[in-house]
């Protein structure tokens, strides 16, 4: 199996950050792989949550990395990778209320081991919040068992190889929220690799602070008039 890290961004508190790595954990246990190495990097939460969030690191053992300000998802995707890639084949890239299922970690290795020559820039499990999966619209014809085609990873959760990051080029850092998965897939379309969506596992998505403290985030054209620095 290849060397997979995690990583996590986040803008919450501790709570939600220990039943994360903690799911990571279960999930790596009941796959039989070995322990993932593990990356949390913090985007601004508030000093009471860094200082818990950084004693919970040592009782967990993750790497914890803080911005001294909010800097934005691309730029927290980026330093995840730049941490974990140097000793990571793949990283799997998670926002902190995505809590993942055992099965995770197998199914990416089935899937790359039956893929061997397939190229691919981005592979992303489906996920699941308040029961209901969450499918991306599909053509007609496609089959829900089976692997889907998109155009960009799923911005919650996906699995990406450091040499595609190099490859690819990083995370653009002038999108602040939203959208920047859709740059990076487009892009690894123009290097003629694809975006695939698994089937299973699912993931659980919880609600993310983002979207209760920022209600207006949730509009999609403001987001997008606005995304651009």
């Not at 796959?31 to 969030?53: T, W, Y």
């Not at 969450?134 to 085609?149: F, G, H, S, T, Y």
């Not at 959760?157 to 190099?166: G, H, K, N, V």
């Not at 003629?192 to 509009?219: E, I, R």
Request: glycine share 8%.
């Amino acid at each position: 199996m290849e060397r997979v890290g995690v990583g996590f961004l986040t803008i919450n508190g501790p709570d939600r950050v220990h039943r994360a790595v903690k799911a990571v954990l279960v999930a790596a246990d009941a796959d039989g792989v070995p322990r993932p190495r593990i990356c949390v990097v913090d985007d601004g939460s508030s000093e009471l949550s860094k200082s818990l969030i950084g004693s919970l690191s040592h009782t967990l053992g993750f790497d914890y990395l803080v911005h001294p300000r909010n800097l934005g998802i691309s730029a927290g995707w980026n330093h995840l990778m730049e941490r974990l890639g140097t000793n990571c084949d793949t990283v799997l890239v998670l926002n902190d209320d995505l809590f993942v299922t055992p099965g995770i970690f197998s199914a990416f290795d089935y899937w790359i081991k039956t893929n061997p020559t397939l190229p691919w820039g981005t592979v992303s499990p489906w996920l699941r919040y308040q029961g209901k999966v969450l499918r991306l619209r599909a053509e007609p014809d496609w089959e829900p068992n089976r692997p889907l085609l998109s155009l960009s990873p799923c911005g919650a959760a996906f699995f990406l190889r450091t040499p595609t990051w190099q490859k690819v080029g990083p995370f653009d850092e002038t999108f602040k929220s939203f959208y920047e998965e859709y740059d990076f897939g487009l892009r690894c379309v123009e290097k003629g690799l694809g975006c695939y969506h698994l089937p299973w596992p699912v993931v659980d998505h919880g609600w993310s602070q983002t979207f209760v403290d920022n209600a207006d985030m949730l509009k999609p054209t403001i987001r997008l008039a606005s995304s651009k620095r």
